[in-house]
């Protein structure tokens, strides 16, 4: 199995510490200018020397502590000092004063809902299957002062716990589980990582598993056999109800053994429905002829539709032309 370094998928952001504000910046070019000025003006008047010199001193002094001293954290962050290497207390949100060389800022923390991946390659499951699991962690840090003092890194640390634990839900987990209970999955990652960042003031908020790959062959047989389990449920689809139209005809049958009127009623009714299309011709076995009288009661419709013709074409003749 290979796991992504911490590096790669949590990124520890420490681009704040040892930043000078932006303001104290500006106070402290604001000063230099001040005490340049009053310098040059105290030396037309011809003040002494030891006098320009002082001024220019304590205006840089000023500005100086100033640039060091003051800070500006955001509204989501708080920010951890230390005194002499100890740990004295949490600053802001806003702006805040430190003393310089003495005070340390080594941590700014965020207090918002972070979003970090971290992904499992090549993890087998349960039932020796090698997978590859890509996962979205959504976690915030509620104590600034655990994440700072119990954890070196606690970005970096929570980028492996959150990948030993989707390593350890694998291999407990059959592939079918894996990709048919993902909820199941999420809730039991996200436990199993709160459990272990608890102690650092981080908690999860929820994990979501975003894909799980498996081997191409495997993907393909999976793929074959799916097919096969709906052209098996399509035969049994398939039997069953000629299963149940056997059983129809065989009621029926019971119906007409002891009567036959019905049977020949039945047998006119669908000689009668195939007869009704033009041009439509039936066979008839010379069985079912002499048996249901068919040809004395074909040849008594066929004289009566001639005789219909005849009568309506004597009353065509009939009718006097204007």
């Known amino acids: 199995m290979t796991i992504r370094p911490a590096s790669q998928s949590i990124m520890y952001d420490d681009k704040k510490e040892g930043q000078i504000n932006g303001i104290a910046v500006f106070v402290f070019i604001i000063l230099l200018l001040i005490s340049a000025s009053a310098a040059v003006w105290m030396g037309l008047d011809g003040v002494d020397v030891g006098w320009i010199i002082g001024e220019i001193l304590l205006l840089n002094f000023v500005g100086l502590y100033i640039l060091l001293a003051f800070k500006v954290a955001e509204q989501w962050e708080k920010s951890i000092v230390l005194r002499m290497g100890r740990y004295i207390g949490l600053k802001g949100p806003g702006p805040f004063w430190i003393i310089p060389i003495v005070d340390t800022i080594p941590a700014w923390i965020d207090h918002r809902v972070m979003v970090a991946s971290f992904t499992a390659e090549r993890t087998l499951t349960k039932d020796t299957v090698p997978v590859d699991v890509d996962a979205v962690l959504f976690w915030m840090v509620w104590d600034a002062e655990k994440a700072a003092l119990e954890v070196e890194n606690y970005r970096a640390a929570i980028a492996w716990a959150a990948q030993t634990a989707l390593r ?115 066979i008839v076995p010379s069985s079912a002829v002499d048996t249901m009288n068919l040809g004395g009661m074909m040849g008594m419709a066929s004289m009566a539709d001639k005789a219909e013709k005849m009568v309506s074409g004597d009353k065509d003749e009939a009718i006097p032309e204007e």
């Open 168 to 282: 350890e839900i694998i291999g407990q987990m059959e592939l079918a589980d894996i990709l048919v209970g993902r909820a199941k999955m999420d809730d039991e990652l996200q436990r199993i990582i709160d459990e272990r960042t608890t102690p650092w003031g981080i908690t999860v908020q929820s994990v979501e598993i975003r894909d799980v790959i498996i081997p191409s062959g495997l993907e393909d047989a999976m793929s074959r056999q799916a097919q096969a389990e709906r052209e098996r449920q399509a035969r049994v689809i398939l039997g069953e109800s000629e299963e149940q139209i056997a059983a129809s005809f065989a009621k029926a049958s019971q119906a007409y053994r002891n009567n036959p009127t019905a049977l020949h009623l039945r047998a006119m009714n669908m000689l009668f429905e195939g007869l009704k299309e033009r041009g439509a011709m039936v």
